[in-house]
């Protein structure tokens, strides 16, 4: 009698420890627009499950009006957390407060609301690149990159194939762009309109762009999928990606250093899409009762280009890895 009791307290008590890390997360994820996206989707969906945590995962096949449901539908299955990447940066205030009212511990990723949400609402922690700076190394690299050409004084045409209209990933690599191209009179932006991060949305806009500019000399592509969209476009109308054209890409997934390698692209900039191994042990620590600032947190980046050597900072402190050497380790 005495061994049955205290079988069914070990049980017991294995059963209260295993349902005390046996939480079920909310993830409202964009879509599938990108290599990046997918690479960020796929990593979170393996390594969650793996700590024993239950993932209810969203697609919002990158529609604002199908996050909202999706969140609110977390809200009434009451997830013990809630992982949210906004499409574009308005929109959330009402949605978010429900949020806070259900209180479900709140993490923005990747994509973070404008400002004047975050100062109305309540999140446990916020993780995802400096994009502004993305924009300026983007900039560095090309006028550097140019000046190895030999081409500093030349007058350069840039045209530059944006985001998603209204996410911060695209407003502020334009704005880092923006910034450091306005240090070099020479090098003119000649167009800009958005891809939608989408490797088949790009090519329209960079057909009607060989159509229209008298010189095109770089594509500034705030992806690579839009990058490689616009090498498909190039080629088509009998031109030489990568040399008739420069093509910097951004986020540096394995298809950017393919291209690189094949010579049709020239430089992408690092934006890690792997966030699972940051985000997990958060969860763990405000488990334990941690609690982290408002401070959004950014993973450290690189760059990556045909030759390497090539400075992609205002200091010149940090320079381009060769695509060739790096591809090996790349882990999406
Ligand atoms: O650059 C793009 C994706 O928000 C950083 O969104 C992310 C961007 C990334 O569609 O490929």
């Known amino acids: 009698m005495k061994k049955l009791l205290t079988l069914a307290l070990v049980l017991a008590l294995l ?3 295993s349902s005390a890390f046996a939480l079920t997360i909310g993830f409202s994820q964009i879509g599938q627009e990108s290599d990046w996206r997918t690479a960020n989707t796929d990593d979170i969906r393996t390594k969650i499950p793996l700590e024993g945590w239950e993932l209810i995962y969203d697609d919002a096949q990158q529609k604002q009006e199908n996050q909202i449901k999706a969140l609110r ?46 100062e109305k609402i309540e999140y446990v922690a916020a993780y995802g690149g400096d994009f502004i700076e993305e924009g300026r190394r983007m900039a560095w690299w090309t006028v550097n990159y140019l000046e190895k050409l030999g081409r ?6 840039v045209v530059i194939l944006e985001g998603t209209t209204g996410s911060d990933a695209a407003t502020q690599r334009t704005q880092g762009i923006e910034e450091v191209l306005a240090k070099f009179p020479n090098v003119k932006i000649a167009a800009k309109q958005s891809g939608n991060f989408s490797r088949a949305e790009a090519q329209p806009v960079m057909e009607s762009w060989l159509k229209s500019l008298d010189k095109i000399d770089v594509v500034l592509a705030e992806n690579d999928d839009m990058g490689l ?3 498909d476009v190039i080629k088509a109308a009998g031109k030489v990606p990568g040399k008739d054209i420069i093509i910097v890409g951004c986020d540096s997934p394995k298809a950017a250093f393919d291209a690189i390698i094949a010579g049709e692209m020239n430089a992408t900039i690092e934006c890690n899409p792997l966030y699972a191994d940051a985000i997990i042990p958060m969860i763990k620590a405000l ?23 090539v400075p992609y900072t205002e200091d010149g402190s940090k320079l381009t890895v060769k695509a060739a050497d790096a591809i090996d380790e790349r882990k999406y």
């Open 15 to 17: 059963a209260s420890a």
């Open 73 to 118: 539908s977390f809200i009434s299955q009451g997830v013990d957390y809630i992982l949210f990447t906004g499409v574009v940066t308005t929109g959330w205030d009402e949605v978010l407060k429900e949020v806070n009212e259900a209180e479900i511990p709140l993490f923005l990723l990747d994509r973070i609301p404008e400002p004047s949400t975050l």
């Open 152 to 157: 500093s004084e030349e007058e350069v045409n």
């Open 229 to 231: 969209g616009a090498i």
């Open 287 to 309: 488990e334990a009762g941690e609690t982290f600032s408002r401070e959004i947190v950014h993973p450290e980046e690189g760059a990556f280009d045909a030759e390497g050597g």
